[in-house]
């Protein structure tokens, strides 16, 4: 595909057409954008015949569990072509630079230990990232600033501060994002909210989000440092603390110096799916109430159980005009997932295909061609390559991203402040509260900044 | 000095304000004192609840701030330090300054003491960041350019633009970027100035930084000097990414 680097300095005036002007325009405004209707490319006569100089070159940043089977599920597509990868654990690097070369049957594909190097290439249109939360700001701003269009996983960031910065980034730079919130793509859930946004339910009052719970363990020796792990990096941003293998990898999500526990985690699938359903994908709640059981000892420090009621304010919401509660809590209080509850109705959705309704009768209803029409995707992979030929947003766009995992934020801040906490969605920050203000960023380490 | 290192500045008055029942403060202040990895953090959960218990009073919020700087002044582990910056982080006020500033100009503590006054009101936090500017280690000096960036402290304006120019790359980076945060309309001059006076490796890092100081322009009204960036960076001597951040962020100025 077209080169986007950052070293050919002036080629790029003649190269960047008005139309390839407006298409980033468009991507970059955000929810002001009527959400268009993606034709996937295998439709338009692209799919498994994608020339290779039309492919969409990529990279991966981040390859342990996570990021290994978005790129295995991005290998699947004919549309992009990997050449390199980084990770600062070598046998992540490494199996993933074995998995690229097998698929394509040669050895093109380049290993970075350090993202910077990784993007010194001028030979990427785009990057999967999937790194540790308190990862998330540093590369996906890099890579926005290189032009690259970003595929990155929830949830958006550490904090509200970096989240706003990444939004800010995606938008100055207009590149295509595509937040790893795949619920967006599944049918049930795209029924469930177009249904609710359509009024079927009539005025909804209440929102039940059902989240699973976290845990704890003992505290843990320090270790020696793997082989092959550069565990400073690793660190990154984060404070300095000693080496132990419960505190990385896939764990590192129960440690609130890298993580906001599973209410973070899981806020950015069904939080983000509330939000979809009830239009509030471009504001958050007024108030946050929290309670939390903690770890009592040991490594881990995020909430095990957690309890949120979030009330968001007359006309947030086009279908809540008095209104509405959210209410976030582990699945020892709700069923994972998410339900509405309006005058009229119910409606529940989550994985599995499930959807429910009460009365039945409501999924029987259609949503006609002139009502509100939620964006469509069939595929989260397809529909981001697809956005990155376009210049259209995705389905999960960085905006919408960082509103839902806002509200999680919010959450955490209510509990460790030990009490309710009044937000100011518009200017995103806690009006006359000087204290749940210095909650909303983190210094970080060293040289880090973005 | 106590025996188990805690200034005695940092017993003063603890018993003049919450506690939690477990232990007492001033028990309490000791095993923070001591503490590192790998013990239980059950004192540590009692400190962090000691310090919640007494968020909402504004007297008692400063003896517990008081109270655990205390420990920085003493020979406490750097896990116990690091503990008890993080509480000033959320409590800390420029009372406690005199406590962390040392912290600072050392690169085994500089990280830790950020944690705390970068969060800081007030501009006493900005005066003792830009000291330790010249005084602190050298790695330990990107670090406080990032904080001062953070906090938007104006009067780093001209030392961050020496610093541009200086022989520590990484530091140049940060001062770079530091300006585009601070922003308005010093930020923008000395940006204009940096242009093309820098290492060719940083000129990508300045041309970012406008961008920067232009939304900002942007966002106080000055528009017509947001264009003017804005035009200069939709040229063809800019990189691509740049052009188009330009030319979007034009567009959105004008309307």
């Given amino acids: ?450 | 000095m106590t025996p188990n290192g805690i200034g005695t500045a940092a017993l003063a008055g603890v018993a003049s304000f919450a506690a939690p029942a477990a232990m007492t403060a001033e028990e309490l202040l000791r095993t923070i004192a001591s503490y590192e990895y790998g013990q239980t953090r059950v004192p540590l959960l009692v400190a962090e609840e000691w310090v919640r218990m007494n968020l909402d009073s504004e007297l008692n919020r400063r003896g517990v701030a008081f109270a655990l700087a205390g420990i920085l002044e003493g020979n406490a582990t750097k896990d116990g330090k690091q503990f008890v910056c993080r509480q000033l982080a959320v409590i800390g006020s420029e009372e406690n300054l005199p406590a962390l500033a040392p912290l600072l100009l050392d690169a085994e503590t500089a990280d830790m003491a950020r944690y705390a006054i970068q969060r800081m009101p007030g501009a006493k936090a900005d005066t003792v960041l830009l000291d330790a500017l010249d005084k602190a280690a050298a790695s330990a000096v990107p670090g406080i350019i990032n904080s001062l960036a953070d906090r938007r402290t104006v009067a780093a304006v001209d030392p961050l633009t020496a610093r541009a120019t200086g022989d520590d790359a990484v530091a140049a980076e940060c001062a770079i970027a530091a300006l585009g945060k601070i922003g308005g309309l010093d930020a923008a001059k000395a940006l204009d100035k940096l242009k093309g006076n820098v290492d060719p490796s940083l000129e990508r890092a300045v041309s970012d930084a406008q961008l920067l100081v232009a939304e900002d322009l942007v966002a106080s009204g000055d528009k017509d000097g947001a264009v003017k960036i804005y035009t200069a960076l939709a040229s063809n001597g800019e990189e691509a990414p740049v052009q188009t951040a330009a030319k979007l962020g034009r567009e959105a100025a004008r309307m």
């Avoid at chain 1, 300095?9 to 991507?27: E, H, N, V």
């Avoid at chain 1, 342990?64 to 990770?87: E, H, I, R, Y």
């Avoid at chain 1, 069904?270 to 979809?276: G, P, R």
């Avoid at chain 1, 749940?436 to 210094?443: D, G, I, M, T, Y």
Wanted: glycine residues 10%.
């Fill in chain 1, 1 to 450: 595909m077209k080169k986007r680097g950052s070293k050919d300095k002036g080629a790029t005036a003649s190269a960047l057409s008005r139309r390839d002007f407006l298409k980033r325009t468009a991507a970059a405004t955000g929810a002001a954008v009527a959400a268009p209707m993606i034709i996937p490319s295998s439709a338009l006569g692209l799919g498994a015949s994608v020339a290779p100089s039309n492919r969409i070159v990529m990279g991966c940043i981040g390859v342990g569990s996570q990021g290994t089977g978005n790129m295995k599920s991005f290998l699947q597509f004919p549309d992009a072509q990997f050449v390199a990868v980084c990770d600062v654990d070598r046998g992540h690097r490494e199996n993933a630079q074995n998995i690229i070369n097998e698929t394509y049957g040669n050895k093109d594909c380049t290993g970075y230990n350090d993202f910077r190097e990784f993007l010194e290439r001028d030979d990427l249109d785009a990057v999967s990232i999937a790194v540790p939360d308190h990862w998330h700001s540093i590369p996906a701003i890099a890579c926005a600033k290189k032009g690259l269009d970003i595929y990155a996983e929830k949830p958006l960031a550490l904090t509200i501060h970096e989240g706003k910065a990444m939004v800010e980034a995606v938008h100055r730079y207009g590149v295509v994002w595509q937040t790893g919130s795949w619920q967006r793509s599944k049918d049930n859930f795209h029924k469930g909210c177009e249904l609710v946004r359509n009024g079927r339910i009539g005025n909804v009052h209440t929102v039940q989000v059902g989240l699973p719970t976290g845990h704890s363990i003992e505290t843990q020796p320090e270790m020696p440092i793997p082989d092959g792990f550069d565990y400073d990096f690793w660190l990154g941003p984060a404070p300095d603390a000693p080496y132990t293998e419960k505190r990385c990898h896939w764990d590192f999500r129960w440690i609130l110096d890298y993580s906001g526990g599973q209410l973070t985690d899981w806020a950015a699938h069904h939080c983000d799916i509330a939000n979809w359903g009830m239009g509030t994908e471009n504001t958050g709640p007024v108030s946050v109430k929290a309670v939390g059981v903690f770890p009592r000892d040991g490594l881990y420090d995020a909430a095990i159980n957690y309890n949120l009621e979030c009330k968001f304010a007359p006309g947030a919401s086009p279908v809540a005009p008095d209104g509405f509660t959210m209410l976030v809590a582990d699945s020892a209080t709700f069923p994972m997932g998410t339900r509405f509850i309006g005058t009229d109705g119910e409606i529940f959705v989550d994985r599995g295909d499930t959807i429910e309704a009460n009365p039945a009768s409501i999924l029987n209803e259609a949503v006609g061609e002139n009502e509100t029409r939620l964006y469509k995707s069939e595929n989260h992979a397809q529909n981001f390559f697809d956005c990155v030929r376009s210049r259209e947003q995705c389905v999960a766009p960085i905006h919408a991203a960082h509103r839902a995992i806002t509200i999680a934020h919010l959450g955490n801040i209510a509990m460790q402040l030990g009490r309710e906490v009044n937000w100011d969605p518009a200017a995103e920050t806690f009006p006359n509260d000087p204290t749940a203000v210095r909650k909303l960023k983190r210094a970080m380490r060293g040289n880090w900044h973005i």
